[in-house]
């Protein structure tokens, strides 16, 4: 499957934002999107002024701004919403909740990790046991009650105590439980939407799968 290796910034001056996808780094320095706020290539600043977009533009941009938050493909985003479509309940909601219960997601909202893309790495690298034993998938759904630990190997890698220490570590969700010291997370219950702090219009999504 193919990787996006260019840069982070690039991605949130498409999407007029900042998407924090550099972790620390995008408190630290001084952000391209506040700089330059049109969108990337020689046609931006033409784009940037024009008054008014269509729905299906307005739509498009919404699910690309989620999905490159949470660094999912098309393919693995598509999925994940057919399947949310599939279960009872709201289906824009469902498709929240199964970004937010991603591993890699929940690796990063207990404070392991300064980014998603981090989280990534340090499950891939085989860093992260779920309920004592290691998992090496990013995209593993974690239920209510699970346990989430550092193995023991790892505790104390330098990226883990940056993350853990750091300023601007984002504030543990009521969903979540932490023993810092251990390296043990749990969680507690199945977040709702409510719970997820995440400025996003998931309705616009739903409509543009829709058609």
């Not at 269509?54 to 699910?63: F, H, I, M, T, W």
């Not at 399947?83 to 009872?88: E, M, T, V, Y």
Request: with cysteine; net charge positive.
């Amino acid at each position: 499957m193919s990787r996006y290796t260019g840069p982070v910034c690039r991605l949130c001056r498409r999407e007029g934002q900042k998407l924090f996808l550099k972790g620390q780094k995008c408190y630290t320095e001084k952000c391209p999107v506040e700089r330059r706020q049109y969108p990337p290539g020689q046609h931006g600043p033409a784009h940037a002024r024009r008054r008014k977009q269509s729905d299906y533009a307005v739509q498009l941009r919404e699910k690309q701004k989620v999905k490159r938050i949470y660094g999912l493909h098309e393919k693995q985003f598509r999925n994940l919403f057919e399947r949310a479509a599939n279960i009872s309940g709201i289906t824009g909601d469902n498709l929240i909740i199964a970004l937010e219960t991603r591993l890699d997601n929940v690796v990063f909202r207990m404070g392991f990790a300064t980014s998603r893309s981090q989280a990534r790495q340090l499950i891939r690298h085989r860093h992260v046991e779920v309920n004592g034993r290691l998992v090496d998938i990013p995209s593993f759904r974690v239920s209510a009650g699970d346990e989430i630990a550092i193995k023991p190997k790892s505790k104390e890698i330098i990226p883990i105590q940056e993350s853990l220490e750091a300023r601007t570590r984002p504030t543990l969700l009521e969903w979540l439980a932490l023993d810092e010291k251990a390296r043990v997370g749990r969680m507690i219950r199945q977040p709702t939407r409510g719970d997820i702090p995440l400025a996003a219009q998931e309705q616009l999504i739903v409509e543009l799968y829709s058609k």
